[in-house]
């Protein structure tokens, strides 16, 4: 079974510096691109940053210079570090793998920015 599962949310206090994990199962990710999105209460969701199959990778502007996306391939996991986290970062986080498109899609990870 393909199963993408987040993990390391939770409830994070204004700067702190949560990592996201996503670990696959089923498949292997380090052939897949790697997508990282967020939807906060009432808004849509919103890409936060990818990590192409090559190693490239993108951050959307709301999180450059706070995020870094990278890839453990003998764990299978892709992680995306956040730091100096803001009250407008809180939301479930999921992370997503595919090669055209993100078939595959994990259950997602909330994390509060809450003092």
């Known amino acids: 079974q393909l199963q993408l599962v987040e993990s390391g949310g939770g409830l994070v206090q204004p700067g702190g510096s949560p990592r996201l994990s996503c670990a696959a199962s089923?498949?292997?990710?380090?052939?897949?691109?790697i997508g990282w999105f967020r939807q906060a209460p009432g808004k849509e969701r919103e890409g936060v940053s990818c990590?192409?199959?090559?190693?490239?990778?993108n951050y959307a502007d709301s999180v450059k210079g706070r995020a870094t996306v990278s890839r453990d391939n003998a764990k299978n996991t892709v992680y995306l570090q956040m730091n100096s986290l803001k009250s407008e970062d809180t939301a479930v986080y999921y992370c997503?793998?595919?090669?055209?498109?993100?078939?595959?899609w994990g259950q997602g990870t909330q994390v509060t920015v809450s003092i």
């Open positions: 990590l192409s199959s090559s190693g490239a990778t």
């Open positions: 089923g498949f292997i990710l380090d052939n897949y691109d």
């Open positions: 997503a793998a595919g090669e055209r498109r993100y078939d595959y």
